[in-house]
């Protein structure tokens, strides 16, 4: 078993910072890549951010420069940096983990419970 466990989300003002926190535990034998999503009311869950094993990142055009994913790989934490945050980054935050449980297992992905952030004007 699994499980991806969310925090750090909450109310913050426009310009603000957050940072968000989402920790694999149970059977993990390796994990490749993690990733942030987000979904906003009546809208479709949009890819944010994501680093792989190796460390190389790639960002949605709308938070360059403004968001910085990173991660811990011996505490199996993914982290989101969110700095200058917008009224437009007010959604439930995702993270995204795929994974090996075992050696020879296949790789698999597995979601957090989500976050709610809330940027206010």
């Known amino acids: 078993q699994v499980q991806l466990v969310e925090s750090g989300g909450g109310l913050v003002q426009a310009g603000g910072s957050l940072r968000l926190s989402c920790a694999a535990s149970?059977?993990?034998?390796?994990?490749?890549?993690m990733d942030w999503y987000r979904q906003a009311p009546g809208k479709q869950r949009e890819l944010v951010a994501s680093?792989?094993?190796?460390?190389?990142?790639n960002y949605a055009t709308s938070v360059k420069g403004r968001f910085t994913i990173s991660r811990d790989n011996a505490k199996n934490t993914v982290y989101l940096q969110m700095n200058s945050v917008k009224p437009e980054d007010t959604a439930v935050y995702y993270c995204?983990?795929?994974?090996?449980?075992?050696?020879?297992?296949?790789?698999?992905?597995?979601w957090g419970q989500g976050t709610q952030v809330t940027v206010s004007s």
């Open positions: 995204n983990v795929a994974l090996r449980s075992r050696t020879y297992s296949p790789l698999r992905s597995y």
């Open positions: 680093i792989t094993s190796g460390g190389n990142t």
């Open positions: 149970g059977t993990i034998f390796s994990i490749s890549a």
